[in-house]
């Protein structure tokens, strides 16, 4: 089984490349989608495909209904769902998205710093984990996908 992954968030680092390089290094039968991360395309596919808008609430509202088609089909045909939330920007998207994945039922990996612990505590609480680096992501996937825990579960495991 290949598991589907799809790693929502913040788009100023290079968290997700983390992730799928430990992913691949790690062997994990896995792909990975996310939200489109090229910001002005993301702000701007509404009026680039359907027209210009002279309000900016009508500019954003057309570009945030197109990417919905992808967030949604992407976050339902998820396995786990991995939110990263930055530590420059309020990601209000990334909220919403982990509240989506969560109202699915979808498993929820939460990524992010002590430091917003507080004002993620609701998030954190719908999370099945709360991870602090990307590595801490590639080792639960590890875990759940291959049941490896360095330590427990080495190939010299007679119980393996």
């Known amino acids: ?65 197109i990417n919905a088609i992808r967030t949604r089909t992407l976050i339902g045909k998820a396995d786990i769902v ?27 990996i939460i990524l992010h710093q002590d430091e917003q612990d507080h004002a993620l505590k609701e998030v954190d609480a719908a999370a099945l984990a709360v991870a602090r680096t990307p590595d801490q992501v590639v080792s639960i996937l590890s875990y759940v996908i291959d049941d490896a825990l360095p330590g427990y579960t080495d190939a010299a495991d007679p119980a393996r």
């Open 82 to 108: 991995v939110v990263r939330f930055g530590e420059k920007y309020k990601q209000w998207n990334a909220a919403f998205d982990a509240g989506y994945a969560a109202a699915l039922g979808k498993p929820l």
């Open 1 to 65: 089984m290949t598991w589907n992954i799809y790693l929502s968030g913040e788009i100023h680092s290079d968290w997700r490349e983390q992730i799928m390089a430990g992913a691949s290094e790690a062997g994990l039968p896995v792909s990975f989608s996310a939200p489109v991360t090229h910001h002005e395309a993301s702000d701007d596919v509404g009026v680039a495909i359907l027209g210009a808008e002279p309000d900016k609430f009508w500019h954003d509202h057309k570009g945030a209904q």
